[in-house]
């Protein structure tokens, strides 16, 4: 159980277009929801966290406007990158919380390989 | 503000061989201690944890590691590696109360054959 979807696994597009990234709870409602963004060979870098029904709290550094969070259910969460350029290209994961709090804080999605030409 | 140190950016070993992945935390108050995997291109797979109780915790995979709140550490061991254990192997900690994970830079484990 606990699965977290990530859609798409990889997307590659032209600088100037706004993408947006679905994370999904499949088998569970998830209190929260966080994104990462992960740099090569980097950690992850915690961008925001969302919950249902609420804006989303972005870390420091991390442009609101650039970065859209809707968090429009306890299932799911979408990340929209607006006005793409090359230097927004990383790796987008998001996890998940679940409601009945299990022994996991988080449960992570595969991941989003994001490609601006 | 909480931080997680793991003092090697590589690690190479060959198969067979043990290894000790190091990690050390800042926070003195009550945490929680997580290990987790990442293979290329995907998210992270959750190794380990450590909530309380016995300090010795095992995982997945045949991984172990040790909570040793005197030196703040939680390093992560196998006596035996695989070359499927190939991957990067991240350290983590929350603080109680909180959902924020806080994530060590990484160690990329390579076995070699």
């Known amino acids: 159980g606990a699965v977290v979807s990530q859609h798409p696994s990889r997307v590659i597009c032209k600088s100037g277009t706004s993408v947006k990234i679905e994370c999904r709870s499949l088998?569970?409602?998830?209190?929260?929801m966080f994104w990462y963004r992960q740099f090569p060979k980097k950690s992850l870098m915690l961008m925001a966290t969302s919950n249902e029904g609420s804006k989303a709290t972005y870390e420091q550094g991390v442009e609101k406007d650039k970065f859209l969070i809707n968090h429009a259910s306890l299932t799911l969460s979408t990340l929209t990158v607006t006005s793409a350029h090359p230097e927004d290209s990383s790796f987008y994961i998001c996890?998940?919380?679940?409601?009945?709090?299990?022994?996991?804080?988080?449960?992570f999605g595969d991941g989003t390989r994001l490609s601006i030409l | 503000a909480q931080s997680v140190t793991q003092l090697d950016s590589q690690v190479p070993v060959f198969e067979e061989a043990p290894v000790e992945l190091r990690c050390n935390y800042s926070s003195s108050v009550s945490v929680y201690l997580f290990w987790y995997v990442q293979y290329p291109n995907q998210g992270l797979q959750l190794l380990l944890k450590?909530?309380?109780?016995?300090?010795l915790v095992k995982g997945i995979n045949g991984f172990e590691a040790e909570f040793n709140k005197s030196q703040t550490s939680f390093h992560l061991r196998k006596p035996s590696v695989h070359i499927s254990d190939t991957a990067e192997y991240f350290c983590?900690?929350?603080?109680?109360?909180?959902?924020?994970?806080?994530f060590g830079k990484g160690t990329k484990l390579t076995v070699n054959p």
């Open positions: 450590y909530l309380s109780g016995s300090t």
């Open positions: 983590a900690v929350v603080q109680g109360g909180s959902e924020k994970l806080v």
């Open positions: 088998d569970f409602q998830a209190t929260t």
């Open positions: 996890s998940a919380t679940r409601t009945d709090r299990d022994n996991q804080p988080q449960h």
